[in-house]
């Protein structure tokens, strides 16, 4: 029942009591109570349209929320544990921030490699092997035929991080 159709029966009700039996405040309450019988019969529909709105409000707060939990985890721990939801939060705004979110990390690890061999060349053109470590020092790397170009690459870089660390043992003495 409406508020609106409780307001009415209550003047009605006021009405008949401070009419006293005169024929006009009978008369307008009885219009009232008709009023108040119609808005009755048409509350229902309103009502439940009324309750699907608000369900339907609260589930696009609950993706909105939904959204914004999926955006700021940028880990791959609390990415998965983000997306984690009731597939009634779920929507394509939140798949598309998830896929800005996955590629953000991809992005974030390739930027660490490369910032990790970046300072590992500079620091071996940097290198005055002989000043240094006043003996020559060189970087083996050994390639047999059947290895690819990446293992040489990760051959490489061991051999360096093994110099540098060597160089620096050789200052600390």
Not at 20 to 33: D, V
Not at 74 to 100: F, G, I, L, Q
Not at 144 to 169: C, K, Y
Request: aromatic fraction near 4%.
């Amino acid at each position: 029942m409406s508020e609106q159709t409780t307001d009415l029966e209550r003047a009605a009700y006021l009405l008949r009591d401070a009419a006293f039996g005169r024929s006009e405040g009978r008369q307008l309450a009885a219009k009232l109570e008709v009023i108040a019988a119609q808005l009755r019969i048409s509350a229902p529909p309103m009502s439940s349209e009324l309750d699907r709105l608000r369900a339907e409000l609260e589930r696009e707060r609950m993706r909105l929320a939904a959204c914004g939990a999926v955006a700021s985890a940028n880990t791959p721990e609390t990415a998965a544990e983000a997306r984690k939801m009731h597939d009634d939060y779920r929507s394509a705004s939140c798949d598309d921030v998830a896929a800005a979110v996955d590629r953000e990390m991809r992005l974030r690890k390739e930027n660490a490699a490369l910032r990790e061999d970046a300072e590992r060349y500079r620091w071996l053109r940097q290198q005055d092997w002989e000043i240094r470590s006043r003996k020559p020092l060189a970087i083996r790397v050994y390639a047999s035929e059947d290895e690819d170009e990446s293992t040489n690459a990760d051959v490489l870089d061991t051999a360096i991080d093994a110099a540098r660390a060597a160089l620096q043992g050789a200052k600390d003495e």
